[in-house]
Nanobody
């Protein structure tokens, strides 16, 4: 299993970034996926999840209305569009695969057994 995130960077408050996660080594279309972040000195925080078909999404309250998760099963890609970014969104962002197929996304990090290496997002003026 390979999960490779990209798209992070430095952005000013109010700006936007689009993260991508390229998946390989497993049947991507069968698995729910999530984005998880970790800020310096803090625990991992679940951000958003999407079911295997892309028909069900879920968001943490802290990002609802600003972030949009999506997936392209034909291209084995998970995305996170992040708008109106704020300094508190600064973190390493990881994509994670749910531990089993055909289940809806979960907010419990214990239920994700494959993770990417992460991409850094820094929001600062």
């Amino acid at each position: 299993v390979q999960l490779v995130e990209s798209g992070g960077g430095l952005v000013q408050p109010g700006g936007s970034l689009r993260l991508s996660c390229a998946a390989a080594g497993f049947p991507f279309r069968f698995y729910a996926m999530s984005w998880v972040r970790q800020a310096p000195g803090k625990e991992h925080e679940w951000v958003s999840g999407i079911n295997h078909a892309g028909t069900t999404t879920d968001y943490a309250n802290s990002v609802k209305g600003r972030f949009t998760i999506s997936r392209d099963n034909a291209r084995h890609t998970l995305s996170l569009q992040m708008n109106n970014l704020q300094p508190e969104d600064s973190a390493v962002y990881y994509c994670a695969r749910f531990y089993t197929s055909y289940r809806p996304p979960s907010r419990s990090l214990d239920e994700y057994n494959e993770w990417g290496q992460g991409t850094q997002v820094t929001v600062s003026s």
